[in-house]
């Protein structure tokens, strides 16, 4: 369904190929509202790419928001502080996103609707009145977000394996040492320990260390999920 001033696309295929122009040739104010990383990731990604135009230009606002749902693992708040690195602005609503949307240089605003069978649908929006209105409820939200740096990362989840390993680098244990309590080889503890420092972005055994003691601990003051 089309008229001027709106247009409903179907997929992200149908908003790359007609609406992926104008998120290339943004150049005031580039504004995203979602409710994770996944509403707008994959279009937007592919429209810049085959734009191929940086996400940053001179004089280019642009800001993300988000709620906690984005922050849910630890590799999604990764991916968050690459994108606040590159210069994007990135804050965080304690509260529910009102519509998830892109607003463009004040013109445009392209509303996401909730996914059938998979599919979702997109409303291209020029109304400069709703865009207005879609742009204030924005920038209400982004007032009272909070900023990504203030945010603290969610502990990885731990399997038992994991606390095992945790446990005895929290004691300061040698790899021998470590290797003979959980009762498995010198390389396979080894690997445990390199692959437990890579989830905890650890730069040492040291940093390793010191993490495990406070994800143990925090693991003893976290009351269990109810089943």
Known sequence: MSTDRIITLHGERELVQRAGHLFVASHEEFLVAATDLMTWSAGVNAAFSEGKR???????????????????DPESHRRLRRIAASGIEVRISDGPITREAIIIDRQTAILAGAPVRGVRTYTVVRTPEVVDGVRSLFRATWETATDLADCTAPPPPLSDQARDTLRALAAGHTDETGARLLGVSLRTYRRRVADLMTTLGAGSRFQAGLLAQRLLAEEEVTPAAPR
């Open 54 to 72: 940086p996400h940053l230009v001179p004089g280019l606002t642009m800001r993300k928001l988000y709620t906690r749902r984005a922050l849910a």
